[in-house]
């Protein structure tokens, strides 16, 4: 159960995965939220975009892991925040995703409750 962001927060922030041109080409910091891929967007050489022909702004796609759901740091959402992205990746994919695998891992483990 995660206490610190509201699930209002999180449907929200799911927004900013999408048509986030504007805000990925403004950041300095993206993070994804289904790998857990995070990466400078001016360094990557080679980065795929969904939804050319919106005029609301083209769909960043991982570079790592090729889904939609990258935020920018310049979106005001937390993308260094571990407890923000394991809950996001919560949220949006039940649970389903490499963030989540790894994180029932570390759980099995011990090192997490
Ligand atoms: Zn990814």
């Keep these: ?15 900013a995965t999408f048509h986030n ?3 990925i080409t403004r950041s300095s910091l993206c ?16 980065l795929q975009w969904w939804d050319e ?10 570079p790592e892991c090729g889904i939609d759901c ?5 979106s005001g ?3 260094t925040d571990d407890a923000f992205i394991t809950a996001c990746s919560d949220e949006w994919f039940c649970g389903i995703s490499r963030i989540s695998a790894s994180k029932t891992s570390r759980k099995n ?3 997490i409750t």
């Design 1 to 15: 159960m995660n206490t610190r962001y509201t699930d209002a927060y999180l449907k929200a922030a799911h927004k």
């Design 21 to 23: 041109e504007h805000e």
């Design 31 to 46: 993070t994804c939220f289904y790998c857990g891929h995070c990466f400078d967007p001016r360094e990557e050489p080679d």
């Design 53 to 62: 022909q919106s005029t609301e702004g083209m769909t960043l796609v991982c």
């Design 70 to 74: 990258v935020i920018g740091d310049a």
């Design 77 to 79: 959402y937390p993308v």
């Design 109 to 111: 483990q011990g090192i």
